[in-house]
């Protein structure tokens, strides 16, 4: 998600095999055609719904270097002959709900150099909520991360970059740029140029 921008159900629905013809992560390349997302359908479970969050959610995103060497590593791994899943659940091998998965990384980043739970992410045993659930401790230096801050990482890194905010909106798959300016990039600070041109 880091590497892309791309949407924790998008990430989830990564898959090997083609469309069209043509394959829908192509590592020597280095793209991905990001052209689904992982959904809970009632009375079904978790199935890959064959179309994203939006219209515009559809896109060939180029993927940097660090990713394709990171899912060329995975894709050594043997894969199960039932799925073309590149981040399938570790035993099952199933496709993964993005709550329990964002549950699990806010775990693991609350956990993180964290003094006051141990590094187990959770309050001590004898914290529970009305419902009898372990509390997650969020006193740790990263508690305050979630799945979507990678996106808005993403989009802030482009955004410093140069990139227009068509590019970064085309990126993150966003119909609209006023969209990505109005909820994915920070307010910068003004630019010099700002008072020479009042200065006149």
Not at 69 to 79: F, I, N
Not at 144 to 170: I, M, N, Y
Not at 188 to 199: D, Y
Request: some cysteine; hydrophobic content about 40%.
């Amino acid at each position: 998600m880091l590497a892309t921008g791309a949407r924790i159900g998008e990430a989830l629905a990564l898959r090997t095999g083609e469309t069209a013809g043509r394959p829908l992560l192509d590592l020597d390349a280095g793209t991905w055609e990001v052209n689904a997302t992982a959904v809970r359908v009632p009375k079904q479970g978790m199935v890959v719904q064959p179309r994203t969050k939006t219209a515009a959610g559809w896109r060939i995103i180029a993927v940097p270097a660090f990713a394709v060497d990171m899912v060329r590593r995975r894709l050594v791994e043997p894969l199960r002959p039932d799925t073309e899943l590149v981040f399938p659940a570790p035993v099952a091998g199933t496709l993964r709900d993005p709550n329990s998965v964002s549950g699990d990384l806010r775990q693991l980043l609350d956990s993180f150099e964290c003094d006051a739970c141990y590094g187990t992410g959770l309050r001590p045993a004898t914290s529970k909520s009305a419902a009898g659930r372990p509390v997650r401790c969020m006193e740790g230096p990263w508690s305050w991360v979630t799945s979507h801050t990678f996106r808005k990482t993403v989009a802030t890194r482009l955004d410093e970059a140069g990139f227009t905010p068509r590019q970064v909106a085309d990126q993150l798959g966003h119909a609209n740029p006023s969209m990505t300016l109005d909820v994915y990039f920070g307010r910068q600070v003004v630019s010099g140029e700002a008072a020479r041109v009042l200065g006149r």
